[in-house]
């Protein structure tokens, strides 16, 4: 549910980039450290390695970034992080890789092919593996040893004591053991055998773990780039530099040089530089980035435009109005990036339990090697089974599972025009049964729109709506509008009007073709009973009814009504099927409101009703125990959009709306309110799904290492399996499509 308290003490917010986390239990222990300081709210998110801080008075960024530093991790403050050249967080690790994976290679097939088991194989394994262990795994060595200067254990921890452990022993082996011995072989064993340790080597289980280690956390890396790339490619959507007009001439400039105010040509093919109003020149518009509508928009001076849009085919003059962070794409994107950075209230649970984890493994181990030694067995079989706890052990999977499908979740959705704010909506969208919905500009179009000419007998229609769109051409009532623009699509061009005249408050008159023609309310001309009672019908469904005449007689009717766009139908049974009640609740006359309802299958409508009264509508569902969904677009539905469980703004609706909403849609189609809804859903239960199967797989493997069951090379490569099934799984996100039937 939605926190309906007041506004607390102000704060200010800084996003911190963090370097040096290698697990979940980093992100936890930076979080509490943050955590600690007065005033301080923070959120570490490991998979996009920023931390998000909200601080009060009396604390610096400075501090905070002291903070991270004397916890052994670096930060860098967002001025700093402009500085710096970005570079591909997967070169160095890929180099890093490959080279062990060469030199592991042959250890690994070495020990489990006794055949290549030649005369003082053990010591070509001790050449190959060694570097494996000391430079293919440094940086967990190194994360290792910045923890325990600290007082805490990380995975890090796990896999630096597991693989030097292994290193050390088989080095004793060599050389005060039996190991060294020329001819020695030992067969390979997927389990851990009971013999004397003295004569057994574990380089490939100490390479071996290091390289699956190293391949998870590529793979880890790469995927985690992927999963932002919908953001970076939102980011990199608008244009570079623009051709502004400046004391009379047009000069080319960088992006950043444009002012509020400036004046910028856009010919065509080009990106619309900003948000702007267009003052010169008249053109189509593809908006498509914005909305996903493949149909451009015409737009023509007074017009508002958006930046990152593309100009089809005319040339145009924008007045810029909004700039950098406030145009429409960066706050798409902020929007994003928030969502992405928070934590869903079952991610911090699972920070908790990593945080807690890795020392209870330790615990563990030295458990596991007491016992085994206690009860008669070997040191190298109770040796082993301690590795491959430490190994099998890494919560790793566990940091993972939620932020990758967040990442990935919601960068779909700002592909598809679908902002999610934070984690938490999603789990009010899984919970929500009644969706309330606001007419005009969600249902309907929001503008009037000719639906049906009726003529009188012996009259044609098109005769009816061409003179009526020729004197109504003459005026800018937005019926007016709704007429012309119907006439000029079904007929083309209009005759010209003379003589025009407006009846305030009761129609127009103009000569049109040699006649005197009247457009207006029904009393102005003499009807035929026919066409009364169509006007009555028209009336009676809250509709807006337009007599057409010339020579004093009515020659037909025009209806005129705010028209049900065409998705609604489809997009309502989509809710209904998605186990949600809808109900429309608007401020129009009830005989409107029924006829909208019934063309789309709403059954339930609250009509007549004031703002206040959206919010009370609300209130009396939540009150009977509905968890509600609401949807809107104007400032009139934003207080009940705050007071919803979840509030959806359509994105055609105003700033206050957007900001009162949870789930902003972007396309100005009632079809994204279920697929927003579909989305929301499949990344909470692919996040429930990670979870799952990251708990079970650590509570499933921890015993069976103990046990001896399992060799600690295929320990530490179940590990990385692990991790890279849980991106993997989340990855399934990016390929979920929009008004999907399901």
Same mark, same amino acid.
């Given at each position: ?10 704060? *200010? ?39 998000? @801080? ?192 400046? %004391? ?5 400039? $960088? ?94 649970? $699972? ?33 082993? %089974?301690?590795?491959? @706890? ?73 005769? @009816? ?47 049109? *073709? ?33 007599? @057409? ?40 006359? *009830? ?47 934003? $207080? ?76 530490? %490569? ?19 499509? $929009?008004?999907?039937?399901?």
């Amino acid at each position: 549910m939605k926190d309906h308290a007041g506004v607390g003490l102000a704060t *200010d917010t800084v996003e911190l980039s963090i370097d040096g986390m290698t697990c979940a239990s980093c992100a936890n222990r930076i979080e509490r450290k943050l955590n600690k300081i007065d005033g301080v709210t923070a959120t570490v998110n490991f998979a996009t390695e920023k931390a998000r @801080v909200d601080y009060g008075a009396g604390v610096t960024p400075q501090t905070l970034v002291d903070t991270v530093e004397e916890a052994g991790y670096q930060a860098r403050l967002p001025a700093e992080r402009e500085t710096v050249a970005e570079e591909e967080p997967t070169d160095a690790l890929r180099h890093r890789l490959l080279v062990s994976l060469a030199l592991t290679v042959p250890v690994i097939a070495m020990a489990m092919i006794p055949a290549l088991q030649f005369t003082n194989w053990q010591w070509l394994s001790l050449t190959l593996a060694a570097p494996v262990v000391v430079w293919g795994a440094w940086p967990f060595h190194q994360a290792a040893w910045a923890n325990l200067r600290h007082g805490s254990a990380t995975m890090d921890t796990l896999i630096s004591m597991g693989t030097l452990a292994a290193l050390g022993w088989s080095v004793y082996a060599l050389f005060w053991g039996t190991a060294g011995t020329p001819g020695m072989t030992h067969p390979f064993e997927l389990t851990l055998s009971r013999t004397d340790g003295s004569g057994s080597v574990y380089f490939e289980v100490a390479a071996g773990v290091t390289t699956f280690i190293l391949t998870g956390r590529y793979f880890e890396a790469r995927s985690k780039r992927r999963a932002g790339a919908a953001l970076r490619a939102l980011l990199e959507l608008g244009a570079k530099d623009v051709v502004v007009r400046r %004391a009379g001439a047009e000069q080319r400039i $960088a992006i950043d040089e444009l002012r509020v105010g400036d004046e910028f040509v856009v010919r065509p093919g080009e990106k619309i530089a900003t948000d702007g109003v267009v003052v010169e020149g008249a053109s189509a518009v593809d908006v498509s980035m914005l909305t996903g509508e493949s149909v451009p928009v015409d737009v023509g001076p007074g017009d508002e435009v958006v930046g990152a849009t593309v100009n089809v085919d005319g040339r145009l003059v924008v007045r810029a109005n909004r700039i950098g962070s406030d145009t429409a794409l960066a706050q798409m994107a902020r929007l994003v990036e928030e969502a992405q950075s928070g934590k869903a209230p079952v991610q911090r649970l $699972a920070d908790r339990i990593s945080g807690v984890f890795v020392p209870n493994v330790i615990v563990l181990a030295v458990a596991t090697l007491g016992f085994w030694l206690a009860t008669g067995s070997s040191v190298a079989a109770a040796f082993t %089974a301690a590795v491959a @706890v430490l190994i099998i052990a890494c919560p790793c999977a566990l940091g993972l599972a939620t932020p990758t499908a967040l990442m990935v979740g919601t960068g779909r959705g700002a592909q598809l025009g679908i902002l999610i704010k934070g984690p938490e909506v999603l789990e009010s969208t899984r919970r929500i049964d009644t969706i309330v919905l606001d007419k005009t500009g969600t249902i309907t179009t929001g503008r009037m729109t000719l639906l049906d000419v009726v003529a009188a007998d012996d009259e044609r229609p098109d005769e @009816v709506l061409r003179m009526a769109g020729a004197v109504e051409n003459g005026s800018e009532h937005p019926i007016a509008r709704a007429i012309v623009n119907g006439a000029r699509e079904k007929l083309g061009d209009l005759p010209a009007v003379h003589d025009f005249t407006n009846l305030r408050g009761l129609g127009v008159r103009g000569r049109v *073709d040699g006649r005197d023609v009247t457009v207006g309310r029904q009393r102005l001309l003499e009807s035929h009973d026919s066409l009364k009672e169509a006007v009555r019908e028209a009336e009676s469904q809250g509709r807006t009814a337009v007599v @057409v005449g010339w020579d004093g007689v009515a020659r037909g009717m025009l209806v005129v009504s705010d028209a049900v766009k065409p998705t609604s139908r489809e997009a309502i049974s989509r809710l209904r099927s998605l186990g949600l009640e809808p109900i429309m609740v608007t401020g129009d006359n *009830d005989a409107a409101a029924r006829t909208i309802a019934a063309q789309v299958g709403i059954d339930d409508v609250v009509a007549e009703v004031l703002p206040p009264d959206k919010v009370d509508a609300v209130k009396r569902l939540q009150a009977d125990g509905r968890v509600v969904a609401m949807v809107g677009d104007g400032v009139n539905d934003a $207080a009940a959009l705050a007071q919803a469980d979840l509030g959806l703004a359509m994105g055609s609706g105003t700033d206050v709306a957007i900001e009162a909403s949870d789930l902003t849609l972007v396309r100005d189609d009632l079809n994204a309110v279920p697929d927003a809804i579909r989305l929301s859903r499949r990344t909470l239960s692919t996040i429930k799904g990670n979870l799952f199967w990251a708990f079970a797989y650590n509570v499933a493997a921890i015993p069976l290492a103990a046990a001896g069951l399992l060799n600690p090379m295929i320990a530490g %490569a179940a590990m990385a399996f692990s991790s890279v099934f849980v991106v993997s799984n989340s990855l399934r996100l990016r390929r979920f499509s $929009a008004t999907a039937s399901r």
